[in-house]
């Protein structure tokens, strides 16, 4: 079983993931947890190119290097952990590059649907969830739980940006309602997961 979070920088979605993968294996489950971009050599190399302050990228190139960094995680780690029986958490998929560089960096649609298609051959997760919260609240606990490092170059994008980023996570959320899930991020994390267990329960017993 294959499953994806997703939500604006500061959503909490990471925090969600640790403790659903906490839930999973102490049901006997063996669960791989990858992040993108990363989980590979390659990925981890090219999510340093992507966060560095001192790179300046065009929004296609970021497009592609998110591709080619997506296709590497898929074949390495994602098929071969499907193909043994595991389950498989993402902190974000395919649906952050429609969200991020579609829908942020306004890139057209369709071009960016054909590069997903391209990186993800055909893997999509059973479900994905969404932890809604809005731009200002993320943006206040991530400077609540901020260390002494800047913002990435992704975290420095902007409130337009992200206001559009959040807009096409939810029009994603109306096109494929049966694999992707809204769940309101301002509640507290114990009621989030709470509703994330009932949800990945009912699907793992079906």
Same mark, same amino acid.
Not at 4 to 30: C, N, P, V
Not at 51 to 56: E, G, I, R, T
């Given at each position: 079983?294959?499953?994806?979070?997703?939500?604006?920088?500061?959503?909490?979605?990471? *925090? &969600?993931?640790?403790?659903?993968?906490?839930?999973?294996? @102490?049901?006997?489950? =063996?669960?791989?947890?990858?992040?993108?971009?990363? $989980? *590979?050599?390659?990925?981890?190399?090219?999510?340093?190119?992507?966060?560095?302050?001192?790179?300046?990228?065009?929004?296609?190139?970021?497009?592609?290097?998110?591709? @080619?960094? =997506?296709? &590497?995680?898929?074949?390495?780690? +994602?098929?071969? @952990?499907?193909?043994?029986?595991? !389950?498989?958490?993402?902190? =974000?998929? !395919?649906?952050?590059?429609? $969200?991020?560089?579609?829908?942020?960096?306004?890139?057209?649609?369709?071009?960016? %649907?054909?590069?997903?298609?391209? %990186?993800?051959?055909?893997?999509?997760? $059973?479900?994905?969830?969404?932890?809604?919260?809005?731009?200002?609240? $993320?943006?206040?606990?991530?400077?609540?739980? %901020?260390?002494?490092?800047?913002?990435?170059?992704?975290?420095?994008?902007?409130?337009?940006?992200?206001? =559009?980023?959040?807009?096409?996570?939810?029009? +994603? %959320?109306? #096109?494929?309602? &049966?694999?992707?899930? !809204?769940?309101?991020?301002?509640?507290?994390?114990? #009621?989030?997961?709470?509703?994330?267990?009932?949800?990945?329960?009912?699907?793992?017993?079906?």
């Amino acid at each position: 079983m294959f499953i994806s979070f997703e939500g604006i920088d500061g959503s909490g979605k990471s *925090t &969600q993931l640790t403790m659903l993968r906490e839930w999973i294996e @102490a049901r006997g489950y =063996r669960v791989v947890t990858v992040r993108e971009p990363g $989980a *590979t050599m390659l990925s981890e190399s090219i999510r340093e190119i992507l966060l560095s302050n001192k790179q300046n990228i065009t929004s296609a190139s970021e497009l592609l290097l998110f591709s @080619a960094a =997506r296709v &590497q995680l898929v074949e390495k780690v +994602i098929e071969p @952990a499907l193909a043994q029986g595991e !389950v498989v958490l993402c902190d =974000r998929y !395919v649906d952050s590059t429609t $969200a991020y560089q579609g829908y942020g960096r306004q890139l057209d649609l369709e071009q960016v %649907a054909l590069c997903n298609r391209l %990186a993800t051959r055909g893997v999509m997760p $059973a479900l994905t969830l969404f932890i809604d919260v809005p731009y200002d609240e $993320a943006q206040q606990r991530m400077n609540f739980t %901020a260390n002494s490092s800047e913002p990435d170059r992704m975290e420095r994008s902007g409130r337009d940006f992200y206001n =559009r980023v959040r807009n096409g996570y939810l029009g +994603i %959320a109306a #096109a494929e309602p &049966q694999r992707f899930i !809204v769940i309101d991020g301002m509640q507290d994390r114990t #009621a989030i997961h709470k509703e994330i267990v009932g949800i990945v329960d009912r699907l793992l017993g079906a």
